[in-house]
């Protein structure tokens, strides 16, 4: 049974559209993440929300934005794509857990 | 430096063998230790916590050195299944329960 669902699994975008991917959890856990992970590299925590409260990362390119408007759902929108931001985007759930749980990404291809 | 460093492989074993990766982290603060798998173009998934007094499950025992900042994972008897990459994951004590990841190390276990 899947608790973190990322929608959609792959998605293309052209350079500069707007594109909003999304997340969902049946975990009921407080926190929800957004992770950007390049080939071969870590994922690079971009923000979280703590219940409704947003935490940017100090480095996340203005770009980058997200909405959580309840518990279970959470979005990530990156208002103008550039080749840079091809990569696969992870959300993950945690909070009074020690550990998290991540949804199966989305792989986003920027042309 | 970074925070989370690990040899990033790969790692090429025969079945069977039992093979071991390191991983040091640099923030004296950070409170709880992971090991995550990565399959390709996959999401991370625990694999196991990591205990001050090394703990062991199945095949795999982590161990930690909170005074030389070090984790290690131990293989053994490797499967073919084994083979992904491997991230070393720390918790830092603060608010919202942020993971920081290493880039992981690559394992193939060939036949």
């Known amino acids: 049974d899947a608790m973190v669902i990322q929608n959609p699994r792959y998605q293309v975008t052209q350079f500069g559209k707007p594109v909003t991917l999304s997340c969902s959890q049946t975990l009921n856990h407080n926190v929800m993440y957004w992770y950007q992970q390049k080939s071969s590299q870590a994922p690079k925590l971009l923000f979280h929300y703590y219940d409704k409260d947003f935490n940017n990362e100090a480095d996340t390119p203005d770009n980058f934005q997200s909405r959580r408007p309840n518990t279970s759902f959470c979005f990530l929108d990156i208002r103008s794509p550039g080749l840079g931001d091809a990569a696969m985007y992870l959300c993950a759930t945690g909070g009074d857990v020690e550990t998290q749980y991540f949804g199966p990404g989305t792989r986003l291809l920027v042309l | 430096r970074k925070e989370v460093e690990q040899d990033p492989g790969p790692f090429n074993v025969p079945e069977g063998a039992t093979v071991a990766f390191n991983c040091t982290y640099s923030?004296?603060?950070?409170?709880?230790f992971f090991w995550y798998r990565q399959d390709c173009r996959k999401e991370p998934k625990l694999l196991m916590s990591v205990y001050s007094s090394g703990n062991e499950d199945g095949r795999f025992t982590a161990q930690l050195n909170r005074a030389s900042q070090y984790i290690s994972l131990l293989i053994r008897d490797s499967k073919l299944s084994d083979s992904a990459t491997y991230l070393c994951v720390v918790r830092i004590a603060g608010g919202g329960n942020k993971l920081t990841f290493g880039t992981g190390t690559q394992l193939k276990v060939e036949l």
């Open positions: 923030n004296s603060a950070s409170q709880s």
